[in-house]
């Protein structure tokens, strides 16, 4: 068939519009991130001159502000002429900016550290990292590429992590892991628990029951314990006397208080601990990728994890201040956590406490 030249020229121009429109619309990365990153195998003084060049990181967080602070501001002075902004807020609010940047191609964070794995996992699944090319993230250094680096180029951080207290005055002999909460001289409302409004705190006392047995839950609430909405009422309970031990603290919150005195003190469970370990993302969308790739090998270094885990769990041994390894930490399961799973453990829960 022959074709009508006129018509032909008609159909080019409608195939050119069709196509700048396709790659003016298509959501990707218009920064192609990961072609600007320095391979691993440059270097690190490579990669320290092209995130030098970059000048600056953002970074979004769901760490402590003050922790992420302290090690901007020791990146900044290790890697002068490099600013960091960081941005704290909580998962869910953080996980749609960064889902929004990645959509429109249009980044903002080079760095994102998230405690929610049901985000990261899909992310991850959708190859919307850059592969670590630090030389810590890559195995050339004391930090466990191997055990710590996953699938999808998603890497662990440090973890926050909750434990047992008790008021030092009113409970002298201590405690040494949570089955010691069933001491009946604790009974009659000395014992502080939480209450199990999100599914994560669901999944602590999923936790206590596979760790000290299914009725473990059912014989704390036998000791007819206070309740508290959170660890932060629970510690101050513990501080003033109201409770003489709490089984939901955080010793990053109660380790000033007993430095300054307060006759409080916690310990690490003997076996591991429920907590929220962080990972850690180098963003496709990112505009100063290898600065991103410097910050995030900063993190996971001696000094980084020092700075990064004041009385929280650390991806490295014997670091100072920290309570515990990363490998001891609790890894939710999301698939358990589903929202009827939840509303039923709820449920049960109110039953035994309330």
């Known amino acids: 068939m022959r074709s ?9 121009i409608l ?17 192609n991130a990961e072609s600007k990153v320095v391979p691993a195998s440059a270097g690190m003084d490579a990669l320290v001159a092209a995130a030098k060049k970059e000048g600056q990181i953002t970074v979004y967080s769901a760490q402590d502000l003050t922790a992420l602070n302290n090690l901007a501001k020791a990146f900044e002075a290790k890697y002068p002429g490099i600013d960091v902004k960081t941005v704290r807020g909580v998962d869910g609010d953080l996980g749609v900016k960064v889902e929004t940047e990645f959509n429109t191609g249009k980044g903002i964070a080079d760095m994102y550290v998230s405690a929610s794995l049901s985000w990261v996992k899909p992310q991850a699944e959708a190859k919307r990292f850059l592969a670590p090319t630090g030389p810590e993230l890559t195995g050339k250094g004391d930090y466990d590429a191997k055990q710590y680096v996953h699938d999808g180029n998603y890497f662990e951080t440090n973890s926050a992590v909750l434990t047992f207290g008790w008021n030092s005055k009113l409970y002298s002999k ?9 001491d009946p001289s604790l009974a009659g409302g000395k014992i502080g628990v939480i209450e199990p409004t999100a599914p994560s705190i669901v999944d602590f006392y999923l936790w206590l029951e596979e760790t000290y047995g299914a009725d473990f839950v059912e014989k704390l609430a036998a000791q007819k314990p206070r309740i508290y909405p959170s660890s932060l009422p629970m510690g101050e309970a513990l501080q003033s006397g109201e409770i003489a031990a709490g089984s939901f603290i955080a010793p990053i919150a109660l380790e000033p208080a007993k430095k300054k005195g307060a006759p409080v003190d916690y310990r690490m469970p003997p076996d591991g601990a429920w907590g929220a370990r962080y990972y850690g993302m180098v963003l496709e969308s990112a505009p100063h990728p290898n600065a991103g790739q410097l910050f995030a090998d900063f993190m996971v270094t001696a000094k980084g994890q020092e700075l990064i885990t004041p009385s929280a769990g650390s991806v490295l041994p014997k670091v100072p201040g920290t309570v515990i390894t990363n490998d001891k930490v609790r890894v939710q399961d999301p698939a358990k956590l589903t929202p009827d799973a939840v509303a039923a453990y709820q449920k049960k829960w109110k039953s035994l406490f309330q």
Do not use: K
């Open 174 to 182: 201590g405690l040494t892991d949570y089955p010691d909460l069933l």
């Open 15 to 31: 195939l050119s519009i069709t196509t700048l429109l396709a790659a003016g619309c298509g959501g990707g990365n218009d920064n």
């Open 4 to 12: 009508d030249p006129q018509r032909r020229g008609a159909l080019l």
